[in-house]
């Protein structure tokens, strides 16, 4: 069990995104992007563009991205988790993060490769436009840097330190990090003392079907502890004896932002 | 709804000389096809919004014949629309909502056609709540003009392509932002193997073209020069009828004799051909026709005795077509109780050797009755009901 980090200086969450867009479009011009993944908060989080790319923004965390020549990170969010047993690949369930290579002509970037990501959320009721939980199908750094093109995009992708990337609660940190300066900002204080919120290491599925079905429980209570816990699918795109589609992938579900900014505000109480 | 060229003539002096013609008017058709669309929603950003099973329906109206070269004009009304983000929407509004169509010829270039409709909903800037159902644009009006390769003869399948939205709203920092809402419609189920639902342009009108008079025929000159003369002939549409005809082995054409037969402790069958339906289709069009049988109760004696309508079952139906009619589809074999059955049909959109879906059948099958183990003896009559439609 770990706990939390040290909490950011409470600096507005939007215009550090902002911030961050900005550099990323002026680079992306210039053919190169850094990337810096910042943790989303729950102020802007249903935002639509905020909103949509949540898993876009997981994909670079999860996977310790820090640079993206002619790449981008693309997701599609699905209506439907969908039915294991239907034949609908317009589902989530049915769906599989992917890669596209860009096209280049010329040495030029013509068409950017994409990292394509898929999201589905779990809302805290039918219909109440709040989320409670985000899955994301994501790929795995490991893939993301391989030089063979039915996986990877070489020398374009850069990521942070070793290949394996960073568990999914990476994510949930960065999410609790900018929703407690969001807290602080506001002058709320927190239902949970920051020593009082800790993180788990990820609950690891061996199928995707178990994992979009399974418990999707992130945030639990005890006594006056708070525990963040992903659960996850982590597949190495080199694992032998399994079908080319199910590897590479890194799955992960997080709490969403709103729900958890509720928590913290006392507005949401768990059981 | 009618079909058909619809003629007037006027006179008409041009160019000093008086000249007869004759204006073609076709009248237009009212389609409803049911549509299962699946929705895609670009988002700015990288991100993409796929929601699917949107169950609605088109209603076009167009054209059943025009001159070819003339401008086509049609209409499209689709029923319902797709939903609006899962997350609360301000300052929202579809600013565009349009349909796109294919015409098409066989052997002949596509013609691509946009149908753009109103603003749509929710019209004035207004708050969108999680997932709501944006209203039905207003109908659009569309035109396209098949020149040439296009000639009289050819049958203008038009196609519905997609519908399309823009919508838009207020996001980070309350700045006006636009999705583009992507409706398609899906062409069957699932891919067995991979899932995915194709999408393809589903048919919701048909324009037949026809040769159109040239303006100012030539009556006079001077050698070596030719004349021309306009020729017009009117085809009026027919009727959609049936007339039974009598098997030989019936009493009458409105009679049939199932034979005699006597109780024993095992079911007997009895049986004999129904007398012969003659649909004829001289519509003109392409409508299509159903023909059905339904009994009005069960076989009864009068005596106390009866026997339910199951036990009468008839057998496939076969349909001997007269030269030029278009391709109709038998029923097959089924016992009455239930739901009406299927004597025979020509699908709506078909179309036989004279360019409509007309046509002559003579449609016949065999009636068979099981009659119970110690049915009770008596006389057992009921009605058959031929319906066409």
């Not at chain 1, 816990?229 to 890194?250: E, K, W």
Request: aromatic content about 6%.
């Amino acid at each position: 069990m770990f706990h939390n980090r040290l909490m950011p200086a409470p600096v507005s969450p939007l215009r550090r995104r902002l911030t961050v867009v900005a550099v990323a479009l002026g680079l992306l011009l210039a053919g190169t992007a850094v990337v810096r993944a910042q943790g989303i908060g729950a102020k802007e989080a249903l935002r639509p563009t905020v909103f949509f790319s949540f898993c876009q923004e997981a994909q670079k965390t999860v996977a310790g991205i820090t640079g993206l020549d002619g790449i981008a990170i693309t997701g599609t969010a699905y209506a439907e988790l969908g039915d294991a047993s239907a034949l609908t690949a317009r589902t989530f369930v049915k769906s599989k993060s992917t890669i596209t290579q860009p096209e280049v002509s010329g040495g030029i970037v013509t068409t950017p490769g994409r990292i394509e990501t898929r999201q589905f959320v779990e809302w805290t009721a039918p219909g109440s436009g709040k989320p409670k939980h985000i899955r994301c199908k994501l790929r795995t750094a490991e893939s993301l840097v391989r030089t063979d093109p039915a996986w990877g995009f070489g020398g374009r992708v850069t990521v942070n330190g070793a290949a394996p990337g960073q568990g999914c609660r990476r994510v949930n940190e960065d999410t609790l990090a900018a929703v407690q300066a969001e807290l602080a900002a506001d002058g709320v204080t927190s239902a949970f003392a920051p020593n009082d919120i800790a993180f788990q290491d990820d609950v690891i599925y061996t199928t995707g079907a178990g994992w979009a079905y399974g418990d999707g429980t992130v945030a639990t209570r005890s006594g006056s502890q708070l525990t963040l816990q992903s659960g996850s699918v982590y597949s190495v795109s080199t694992t032998p004896g399994l079908p080319a589609n199910f590897l590479a992938a890194h799955y992960c579900t997080f709490v969403a932002p709103t729900y958890l900014s509720d928590i913290l505000r006392g507005t949401v109480t768990l059981p | 709804m009618r079909t058909g060229l619809r003629r007037a003539s006027v006179g008409a002096v041009i160019g000093g000389v008086l000249a007869s013609v004759v204006v073609f008017v076709p009248s237009a058709e009212a389609a409803v096809t049911p549509l299962t669309l699946d929705c895609d929603t670009v988002i700015p950003g990288g991100g993409a919004w796929s929601d699917v099973g949107l169950t609605t329906s088109l209603d076009v109206t167009a054209p059943v014949a025009a001159p070819t070269g003339s401008a086509i004009s049609f209409t499209a009304t689709l029923a319902g629309a797709p939903r609006s983000l899962p997350v609360a929407l301000t300052d929202a509004r579809v600013t565009t909502s349009s349909f796109t169509f294919s015409v098409v010829a066989p052997g002949k270039p596509e013609i691509g056609v946009t149908a753009a409709s109103d603003a749509g909903s929710p019209g004035p800037l207004g708050n969108l709540s999680p997932s709501e159902t944006l209203s039905p644009p207003a109908p659009g009006a569309a035109s396209f003009q098949p020149a040439a390769p296009y000639e009289p003869g050819d049958q203008l399948a038009v196609s519905f392509v997609q519908a399309t939205y823009t919508l838009q709203f207020d996001d980070v920092g309350g700045s006006p932002t636009t999705a583009t809402i992507v409706c398609k419609p899906r062409s069957g189920t699932p891919d067995p193997t991979s899932g995915a639902y194709s999408y393809a342009p589903r048919l919701v009108a048909q324009v037949a073209l026809y040769g159109e008079p040239i303006a100012n025929p030539v009556s006079d000159c001077v050698a070596p020069c030719s004349t021309q003369q306009n020729v017009f002939a009117e085809v009026t549409p027919g009727a959609l009828t049936q007339q039974a005809l009598q098997d030989p082995a019936n009493p009458s054409a409105t009679q049939v004799e199932l034979g005699d037969v006597t109780t024993d402790a095992v079911g007997q069958n009895v049986s004999a051909p129904m007398n012969p339906i003659r649909v004829s289709d001289a519509r003109g069009g392409t409508y299509g026709w159903s023909l059905t049988a339904t009994l009005t109760g069960p076989f009864d004696s009068g005596t106390g005795g009866s026997i339910t309508e199951a036990n009468l079952t008839m057998g496939a139906t076969t349909c001997a077509p007269l030269a030029g009619s278009a391709a109709v589809i038998g029923g097959s074999a089924g016992a009455f109780g239930g739901a009406a059955h299927t004597v025979a049909t020509v699908g709506a959109g078909v179309i036989g050797g004279a360019g409509s879906g007309g046509g002559q059948y003579d449609c016949a099958a065999n009636l068979t009755l099981t009659v119970p183990p110690f049915q009770r003896a008596g006389d057992y009559t009921t009605t058959m009901t031929l319906t066409l439609t």
